[in-house]
């Protein structure tokens, strides 16, 4: 059943054109790389591949393409109206969830991890510790894409205005407010990807939050927003049409 | 709107359960006795004082209906509220009072009567990035069938669409795509089929075959409720029709019963002729009509019989000399009968 539901998400998800760009969106990193490349080799170019990796990737292009793929693959659908032919099925609702995650964050994953780990390598790659930096950064990249999604897909759930309060969380909230103090970083998916790079790679990268914090709060994140999803898509009511 | 018809009654397919007393004083709780159709076995969709607002706006008002196997239709206005009713008997929306039972478990918040509910719902959209043979085994696979490949084959032949089944339904043309959503509705042979206007773009050839398959389907045994603002269609399909007006059952019954209440009601014709007097005086003479009234240079008639005053006018015209220059039915639309019939 989880099968027929992610193989359907993902031939949605990827018939759309948005996929496109958030492929283009997704290798903009590697575009950087060839730039740094081609401008000569840095003095630390490990610092400037964690630079690249977390401001380029882990703040921008992952949060992106996790909102347009995780609001997209139920959003759309209760949005046109086909999430019925879903809905009106004896299915248990976390099994829709779990499809839809699996999806649309293995989606994400797919287009960004990968992007990431060529960046990664292309910039500090031969150096020490470079190649550790950039498989720390891919492999965080995946816990992140699936952590954004599962959070993007409660809210699509829950309203039809989902992209705008994903931008909103994304650029008010990770940008700007979680960075001002030192408590609400412990609420921000971006810290919790940096910190499992940091997990990963602790002699190059160092995560504002520690270890514990980091796999509790994922861990936390994760299940809150599949448990939430799963709750309001079981009492989701079609809109009126009449 | 007034007070609630008397409704007319008929042995299939809804059954006896009388429409609550005005909405202004309910019983108390514990004073309800249990209808009849709460404890049959053989009502396979019952709503109980079911009304559902949006914010201010009652979309249902204190709506009861209990339907037995067959075809029953949902005839209404656009507007009237008869997809908010289906939505309802399918699970998708929660009423804001009363309640739904769909094969006597709650229709809401439970995916399990899906095994045994088909539902065709009024908007179009159908993956449109998929073939009709997978949207109808995607539905199959999703219903857990054994066989999905044989339930897919036998669907997209009942509903007669071989020989496009294997275009993306983003290419079908709106009769196809009803005919599509129809096959996934039935792949899994439900008890209960909701069809939310189905007729809608087929062409007569396509309605009339979509007729005989429900037909055929209630023959079966199955409990059909279809909705529908065209009178013709619920003619000639539904064994029982419900009437919804603003949200609230009109009349429910036989279409028979239906018919003669729309039939027998009183029809307004504006005539402008060359000696209104004189007309209005010779037309009162006669048997169908039982008011003129004149007004604005123009002749108001009130008759009985709709056919009759029509055959009867030229003649007297003819006879007194009269010239018509127009002869107009006034406000013959179908909302204006089903205002009439709330209002009774």
């Known amino acids: 059943m989880i099968e027929t539901i992610l193989r359907l998400t993902l031939r949605s998800l990827l018939s759309r054109r948005r996929s496109i760009l958030m492929l283009l969106l997704a290798l903009s990193p590697v575009l950087i790389a060839v730039l740094v490349r081609l401008a000569g080799r840095p003095v630390d170019p490990v610092r400037i591949e964690v630079n690249v990796l977390e401001g380029l990737v882990v703040r921008t292009v992952l949060p992106l393409v996790a909102l347009v793929l995780g609001t997209g693959a139920v959003g759309s659908e209760l949005e046109d109206g086909t999430a019925v032919y879903l809905l009106a099925k004896p299915i248990p609702r976390w099994k829709i969830t779990a499809a839809k995650l699996l999806a649309a964050g293995g989606l994400t994953a797919a287009l960004v991890a990968p992007a990431t780990l060529v960046t990664g390598l292309m910039i500090g790659g031969d150096q020490g510790g470079g190649g550790g930096v950039a498989i720390a950064y891919a492999l965080a990249a995946v816990v992140g894409s699936f952590l954004y999604v599962s959070v993007f897909l409660a809210a699509s759930v829950a309203t039809g205005r989902s992209l705008i309060i994903g931008l909103v969380y994304t650029l008010l909230w990770e940008g700007l407010l979680a960075g001002l103090f030192a408590g609400s970083r412990a609420f921000s998916i971006r810290e919790y990807t940096i910190g499992i790079a940091g997990i990963i790679a602790p002699e190059r990268i160092k995560p504002a939050l520690d270890p514990i914090t980091t796999i509790v709060g994922t861990t936390v994140f994760l299940i809150v927003a599949v448990v939430l999803a799963t709750r309001w898509l079981g009492m989701y009511q079609v809109r009126a049409a009449e | ?344």
Do not use: C
Request: proline residues 8%.
């Open chain 2, 1 to 344: 709107m007034g007070e609630r018809p008397t409704a007319p009654r008929a042995a299939d397919p809804t059954v006896g359960y009388p429409p609550p007393p005005a909405a202004e004083s309910p019983p108390p709780p514990a004073a309800v006795a249990v209808p009849a159709a709460l404890v049959d076995p053989s009502v396979t969709i019952l709503v109980d004082h079911v009304s559902r607002w949006y914010g201010n706006v009652v979309a249902v008002n204190d709506v009861s209906i209990a339907l037995r196997p067959g075809i029953t239709g949902l005839l209404g206005p656009n507007g009237a509220g008869k997809t908010t009713i289906l939505n309802m008997a399918a699970g998708l929306l929660r009423p804001s009072a009363g309640s739904v039972t769909v094969l006597g478990a709650p229709a809401w918040r439970n995916p399990a009567t899906y095994r045994r509910i088909g539902l065709v719902p009024e908007r179009e959209a159908v993956y449109p990035f998929l073939t009709g043979r997978e949207f109808v085994r995607l539905n199959a696979k999703l219903q857990g069938l054994a066989d999905p490949d044989g339930a897919t084959r036998t669907a997209i032949h009942t509903v007669d669409l071989d020989a496009a089944a294997d275009r993306a339904v983003g290419t079908y043309s709106k009769g196809m795509r009803q005919r599509v959503k129809v096959a996934a509705a039935l792949v899994h042979e439900p008890q209960v089929l909701l069809l939310d206007e189905p007729f809608n773009g087929m062409d007569p050839r396509q309605r009339l075959h979509m007729m005989e398959l429900l037909t055929g389907m209630a023959r079966e045994g199955r409990t059909i409720l279809f909705s529908s603002h065209i009178l013709e269609e619920v003619e000639r399909l539904a064994q029982s029709v419900l009437v919804i007006v603003a949200g609230r059952l009109a009349a429910s019954g036989n279409f028979r019963d239906i018919r003669r209440l729309m039939t027998d009601r009183p029809h307004t014709f504006t005539i402008h002729s060359s000696d209104n007097r004189r007309l209005a005086a010779a037309l009162l003479e006669r048997d169908p009509v039982f008011g003129v009234e004149l007004a604005d240079g123009l002749l108001t008639v009130r008759s009985a019989d709709y056919a009759a005053f029509t055959r009867l006018v030229a003649g007297v015209a003819r006879d007194t000399s009269v010239t018509l220059y127009e002869l107009r039915p006034t406000d013959e639309s179908l909302e204006s009968v089903f205002q009439y019939l709330v209002a009774r």
